[in-house]
């Protein structure tokens, strides 16, 4: 064997394995416990050449290798409840990594060394949609690593997490080309740079004094584990529970805080027993003064038992009892996911450790309780991984935050540490103190800078108690949520189409026949034949297949689009529910939420497969396009993409509030309630997006028209008149019949008309 081959064999090893591995282990290495956060920086380093030299399979095989190093050196601690759960979520995450580096792969193969710099936006791309649906798990996002270096992590509060996420992937980059490029000064200058921006606004915002409270709260920690608390029941816990608390209370504080399932019994459901348990604890507060704020479990007998993970705030004096109800129930552990599509799985119990799977039901309210000095939220446990239901908690009304867990599952292993750490971004995201109490540990108070206090060791009681200063204002990130993730993941997005459609086209080039030749018929061609014309009923033949295609690709858009349709209801019943507008929607039929859904579905996978059914509509016209009309495939479809996207962003950003205000204010002071039957509501909603979308293609239409000699500026602008009459037409038929929402739309008509005579300029020029 050559010394050649055998060195090949040597670097196809090292691409397919040891660099993925390496990588894999040095981004683990970057979590708590170990304070080697930096190691984040460097951990992409090894997987550059990976997604530089693989493809296909390859590439994805060394992405999934890479974050089953990664995700078995950190999320190991879920095998001492269930080592199949923990490989299969391995498993299951590691796809996604596989996925990630083989789509970077495409754009580095699309793009070259331009599409390195897509890297960043595919990253966050990726680390938001973890964080949707039934099976989100946001648990080690990469910006968590930096938790130990506040001021680098301060732009959180306008990015959230995935900005430090973002500048992570970035540092490795430009590490990369301080490694490899000939111009290594221009690139340490960047290195600099990229470092003193966001640290020199951190260390502003830690300079900030912070208000001083008169809140005093203690966090209760009475260290029984899990199987013991199961075991041995109510009265051995209360009694663990009561000298603390009475501890706790004699510090002067006004909240008293145990942890998740702190009371083991169904509060509030009306049983003997269980009712007896929620007077003894209603007792302790009223002999002490305080409000107790604990976890436990609700029962509620609708249709069939439904069962909740809920927390209860107990005041002095009795009365009403008000809770919470876990929104993120943990998959598989505390329920199947999907239970409308998987509901046969849900009487299964997986057991492990003494741990017995639950059927709890999801939380939909965001609770905010009230007591003297302020209002909070709580979250349990895994709900304080997801960025967005913190924020949507201040967004109701909370003033500080507490986390409440029980942690002592994972014994002592990194799990403690890495969920303690993650409350650190939530302070900052919102600028609320971070309360957390956890069973067996770590509690800690977390300031709205991040900075962390009396942390508990694992496994011994504690009592800590703090002053917080409950706080009102919003950062971006309350007011602006997500925005950050979702626009590089949009970015991410329109790079890969603009990537995949140049495939496309090679691909269609090199089957494209030298001039002069017939090609073959052929069942599988991208174009019809060249050279000769083609019958009517082979017109008709190709029409067929492209739109079995394009209803393929709405299908998956549309399974895509179930999977969280829930998620996509809440976000399209967002504009019309502000603070003026309390209106209530209702449904009316009952087939009516079925056919809701099936609405969003529908439309949502048409919107999803817009580029791929551009795409097929250019390549039925193509064969009727000269040669040089046919290059501009990649810009019409990722303009027509992108110009979509900008008029469904001003319809749900701009005119569904505006309009759903408008049609609220005429029921004032006429004693009519605005109640709105949903379906027409969602239908409202889904048209102005769509026919928004469509309107803002007309920049896109003229410049094609004007490519092919059809527009041009002198013909759009003797027009102009008849356009605008046309516009507020149009307007009035595409619209609900209401003058403001034709105002609203014929506006931008008008402007996107002008626009297009400046484009038709300058293609024609």
Not at 44 to 55: D, G, H, Q, S, Y
Not at 97 to 124: D, E, H, K, M, N
Not at 337 to 351: A, N, S
Not at 708 to 717: D, L, N, P, Q, V
Request: glycine share 10%; aromatic share 14%.
């Amino acid at each position: 064997m050559s010394d050649a081959i055998k060195q090949d064999k040597i670097s196809g090893w090292k691409l397919s394995l040891g660099y993925p591995a390496l990588s894999g282990l040095l981004m683990a290495a970057a979590f708590p416990p170990l304070p080697l956060g930096f190691l984040a920086c460097i951990s992409l380093l090894p997987l550059i050449p990976v997604a530089e030299n693989l493809r296909g399979r390859l590439a994805f095989g060394a992405g999934f290798l890479q974050g089953a190093v990664f995700y078995g050196a950190t999320v190991y601690w879920i095998a001492w409840i269930t080592p199949p759960g923990m490989a299969g979520a391995i498993f299951y995450m590691a796809l996604f990594r596989g996925l990630f580096v083989y789509l970077w792969s495409v754009a580095w193969a699309r793009f070259g060394g331009l599409g390195l710099w897509l890297t960043p936006f595919l990253w966050v791309g990726f680390e938001y949609f973890n964080t949707l649906g039934d099976m989100g798990f946001p648990w080690m996002l990469l910006g968590h690593s930096q938790v130990d270096y506040l001021p680098l992590i301060q732009v959180a509060e306008a990015t959230g997490v995935y900005g430090v996420s973002f500048w992570v992937v970035v540092v490795n980059l430009i590490a990369r080309e301080i490694a490899k490029s000939a111009r290594r000064g221009l690139w340490v200058g960047a290195l600099i740079l990229t470092f003193a921006a966001p640290l020199g606004f951190g260390l502003w915002r830690v300079a900030d004094p912070l208000a001083k409270g008169d809140l005093k709260v203690a966090i209760v920690q009475q260290n029984v584990s899990p199987v013991e608390k199961s075991y041995w029941g109510f009265d051995h816990n209360f009694d663990k529970l009561k000298p603390l608390t009475i501890q706790a209370a004699k510090t002067g504080a006004r909240l008293v805080i145990w942890s998740e399932a702190a009371v083991p019994a169904y509060l509030k459901s009306g049983r003997p027993l269980h009712n007896a348990y929620q007077a003894r604890v209603q007792a302790l507060v009223d002999s002490l003064g305080i409000y107790l704020y604990t976890g436990a479990n609700r029962y509620e007998a609708a249709t069939r038992d439904r069962y909740y993970n809920s927390s209860f705030l107990f005041k002095p004096g009795g009365g009403d009892l008000p809770h919470y109800d876990k929104v993120k129930v943990v998959p598989f552990g505390e329920r199947t996911p999907f239970p409308q599509l998987l509901g046969f799985l849900r009487d299964i119990q997986w057991r492990g450790g003494g741990y017995i799977s639950g059927d709890f039901e999801s939380g939909t309210a965001r609770t905010v309780f009230e007591i003297p000095g302020g209002k909070f939220s709580g979250m349990i446990c895994f709900d304080s991984v997801f960025p967005w239901l913190a924020r949507e908690m201040v967004l109701q009304g909370a003033e500080f935050l507490v986390v409440i867990t029980n942690d002592g599952w994972y014994k002592r292993t990194s799990a403690p540490y890495q969920h303690a750490e993650i409350a650190t971004f939530r302070a900052i995201e919102n600028r609320r103190w971070v309360v957390r109490c956890a069973n067996t540990g770590v509690s800690l108070f977390v300031d709205p800078h991040g900075r962390q206090w009396q942390n508990t060791e694992l496994f011994h009681d504690a009592v800590l108690e703090g002053i917080i200063a409950p706080r009102k204002d919003q950062t971006l990130y309350a007011r602006f949520g997500d925005l950050f993730a979702q626009g590089c993941g949009l970015i991410a997005l329109m790079g890969l189409a603009i990537a995949f459609i140049r495939r496309l086209e090679k691909a269609t080039e090199e089957r494209t026949p030298p001039e002069g030749t017939v090609p073959a018929l052929a069942p599988d061609r991208e174009l019809p034949d060249e050279g000769k014309p083609m019958p009517f009923l082979d017109h008709l033949e190709e029409l067929r297949w492209r739109i079995l295609k394009g209803l393929s690709a709405v299908i998956v858009g549309a399974v895509l689009c179930g999977i969280f349709v829930n998620d996509i209801l809440a976000a399209l019943i967002h504009p019309a529910r502000t603070e003026e507008n309390a209106l209530v929607l209702q449904t009316l039929k009952p087939m009516g939420m079925f056919m809701v859904k099936l609405e969003i579905v529908l439309v949502g996978g048409a919107i999803l497969a817009l580029p791929f059914l551009i795409y097929q509509i250019w390549i039925f016209v193509a064969p009727g396009l000269f040669a040089g009309e046919r290059r501009f495939i990649t810009f019409v479809i990722a303009s027509s993409t992108v110009c979509f996207v900008l008029g469904a962003i001003l319809a749900y950003w701009l005119v569904i509030p505006l309009a759903m205000a408008f049609f609220v204010g005429m029921t004032v002071d006429t004693g009519v309630a605005p109640q709105f039957d949903i379906g027409m509501y969602i239908g409202f909603v889904l048209r102005l997006l769509v026919v928004f979308g469509l309107v803002f293609e007309l920049p896109v239409v003229t410049f094609f028209l004007a490519k092919m000699g059809i527009a041009t500026k002198e013909r759009m602008r003797k027009g102009r008149r008849y356009a605008i009459l046309v516009g507020f037409v149009l307007a009035a038929i595409l619209t609900p019949p209401d003058p403001l929402s034709q105002i609203l739309m014929a506006l931008p008509l008008v402007v996107l008309y002008e626009i297009s005579i400046w484009i038709a300029r300058f293609v024609n020029e």
